[in-house]
C-alpha cells in the first residue's frame, strides 16, 4: 500500500481531538468503522458460537470505543478496550460514562509494544486497525510482523481474533496471519459489482490461534 497519514498516530490523535470536541458540544460518538452491521456481524458470530459472557474480549484500537458498548449491551461482562491516541481514550470514557458502562476497561496502550499485564485473552477484536497500520510510512511490513507478535502474545491458545478490514483481502490476511493462527471461518459481507465482477470492499475473518 502507499503510505499515507491515516497510518500516523498524530493523524489519528488529532481526528478524536476533534471527535472528543464534537462528543462534549453535541453528545455525537463520531464515526462506526465500517457501519453498525460490522458490529452486529461480531456480536451474531459470538452469539452463534455461544461464545460466555464472561469470556475475556479486548478491542485493539477501541477509537470511540461503541462497539464496546454494543458488547456489554448484549450481555457481555469482560470488556477491554486500548488505544494508542490518548484522546481516543478520553473520548470511549466519555461515551462509557454516558451509556453508563462503568465496567468497561479502557487504557491507553501501542498494541505493537503491548504492556505485560495486557495478555490472557479469550478473544481480541480488530475494526480498522491493522489497515491503519498497513499504511504507516515508517517501516508498514515491520509493524505488521510487530502486530502478529503481539497478537500472539495477548490472546491465550485457541483464542480467537476477528479481523474487519478494508485493505486486505482474505487471502492476503491468510498469508498475514499464517505465523500461529489458522482461519476458521470468513463472515458475510456486502458485496459490490464493478466492471461485471463481483467483490467485497470488506473482508471479515475469524481466525483461533493455535
Known sequence: FSPSVL??????DAAYERELQTFQDIGDTGEIWFGEE???RIIRWLE?????????????????GVLLVELAK???TNLTGIDYSPSA??????????????????????????????????????????DAISLDPSDAAGKRKLY????CRVLKPEGFFLITSCNWTKEELLNEFREGFEILEELPTPKFCFGGRIGNSVTALVFQRK
Open 148 to 151: 502478529v507478535g503481539s497478537l
Open 7 to 12: 497510518g500516523t498516530r498524530e493523524h489519528w
Open 74 to 76: 448484549s450481555g457481555y
Open 38 to 40: 460490522s458490529m452486529v
Open 48 to 64: 452463534k458460537h455461544k461464545v460466555p459472557p464472561d469470556s475475556s474480549v479486548l478491542d485493539i484500537g477501541t477509537g470511540n
Open 89 to 130: 481514550i478520553q473520548l470511549s470514557e466519555k461515551v462509557r460514562e454516558k451509556e453508563g458502562m462503568s465496567n468497561i476497561k479502557l487504557k491507553v496502550e501501542d498494541f505493537l509494544a503491548p504492556s505485560a499485564e495486557l495478555s490472557g485473552f479469550d478473544i481480541c477484536i480488530d475494526k480498522g486497525t491493522f
